[in-house]
């Protein structure tokens, strides 16, 4: 079994920057898949960023790209995920999810472990 656990979510200024970071429970941290996943009010959730278990491989959505970075610390079973320049648009839930599957479609279903989720508001 795999519990993550979200920190780092809060109230940002647009043009801003916020830190989210996962610490997951799982002795085999390193194996897994991590990504983050954004739900906002009304919407699919939707796959932000992945990074591969090495963290020699990662994947943006063309709306973050540029503006988010995904890392890892396997020695501290931690994934991240720096936010700059934010935009209200990004105003959401922002989801960690852990999968064993060595890369993602970024299907939701593909991800048997998931967080409780950390709420990001972006003003204007």
């Known amino acids: 079994q795999v519990q993550l656990v979200e920190s780092g979510g809060g109230l940002a200024q647009a043009g801003g920057s916020l830190r989210l970071s996962c610490v997951a429970s799982?002795?085999?941290?390193?194996?897994?898949?991590m990504s983050w996943f954004r739900q906002a009010p009304g919407k699919e959730r939707e796959l932000v960023a992945q990074?591969?278990?090495?963290?020699?491989?990662?994947y943006y959505a063309d709306t973050v790209k540029g503006r988010f970075t995904i890392s890892r610390d396997n020695a501290k079973n931690t994934v991240y995920l720096q936010m700059n320049s934010l935009k209200p648009e990004d105003t959401a839930v922002y989801y960690c999810?852990?999968?064993?599957?060595?890369?993602?479609?970024?299907?939701?279903?593909?991800?048997?472990?998931w967080g409780q989720g950390t709420q990001v508001t972006v003003s204007s």
């Open positions: 999810a852990a999968t064993p599957l060595s890369w993602s479609s970024g299907v939701v279903n593909e991800y048997p472990y």
């Open positions: 799982a002795r085999t941290f390193s194996s897994l898949t």
């Open positions: 990074i591969r278990w090495s963290g020699g491989l990662t």
